[in-house]
């Protein structure tokens, strides 16, 4: 099956510094698509990006992601990070033959000023 | 447009209780999902449908899970008989043709 790997449990920053998150996966299907969750403190995953082209840049909020086949990567950037963007953030992907997610572990992001 | 809602948002049960959580979608998402989510780690998805039918329940355990759409609308996913290791928040998310949208929970203690 599937697998989603974010090597990070817990990431911490300083206010206004970059923040990387890596993530990277395993599927034997070719025509994939890929996913940021974001989940705050009790609170629903929301979508955070998306994507399922090959080395095209996506971007949201601040953050942007762009998914290498080549790597298997999906990592999450963002050149400054924010208060508010402390939170659990989650990989996720979707193969062409079901559509329920395959998520990472989670990445918490503690945004210290 | 309203989200994904569920109810109850908590339960609290002793082992062997049974216990039901109710979704009901965003309307026109044909496909909804169940997920369970325990403490510090992410989604584990249960089961999931596309209108009414069933497309994967493999990861559902059988002997105590159940889970219904019967009009391709609303969801019911059931424990018969609940145990410690259950203990988790449940998540249902529904979609049509993009990416799922959750619902807030139900966060599930089973003492």
């Known amino acids: 099956g599937d697998s989603v790997t974010q090597t990070e449990g817990l990431v911490t920053v300083t206010e206004g510094l970059p923040v990387k998150l890596n993530c990277t996966y395993q599927?034997?299907?070719?025509?994939?698509?890929f996913f940021w969750y974001v989940q705050y403190l009790n609170e629903a995953p929301q979508v955070l990006l998306k994507?399922?082209?090959?080395?095209k840049r996506t971007e949201h909020q601040g953050f942007h992601a762009t998914l290498h086949k080549s790597s298997s990567s999906f990592h999450l950037q963002k050149s400054s990070a924010q208060l508010s963007d402390s939170a659990l953030y989650y990989c996720a992907l979707r193969n062409n033959y079901a559509q329920g997610l395959t998520f990472g572990l989670g990445t918490r992001v503690s945004v210290f000023p | 447009e309203a989200g994904v809602t569920q109810s109850p948002r908590y339960a609290v049960l002793q082992e062997g209780q049974a216990v039901s959580f109710w979704c009901d979608p965003i309307s026109g998402h044909d496909t909804l999902y169940w997920y369970q989510q325990p403490r510090d780690q992410g989604p584990q998805l249960l089961v999931y449908?596309?209108?009414?039918?069933?497309?994967?329940n493999s990861q559902l355990p059988s002997d105590r899970f159940s889970a219904v759409r019967p009009k391709g609308t609303n969801s019911t996913l059931k424990i018969q008989s609940a145990k410690q290791g259950d203990t988790a928040t449940y998540l249902c998310?529904?979609?049509?043709?993009?990416?799922?949208?959750f619902g807030e929970g139900t966060r599930l203690s089973v003492l």
């Open positions: 998310a529904s979609s049509y043709n993009q990416a799922p949208l």
């Open positions: 994507s399922s082209t090959d080395n």
């Open positions: 449908f596309r209108d009414e039918a069933v497309i994967d």
């Open positions: 599927t034997t299907y070719l025509t994939i698509a």
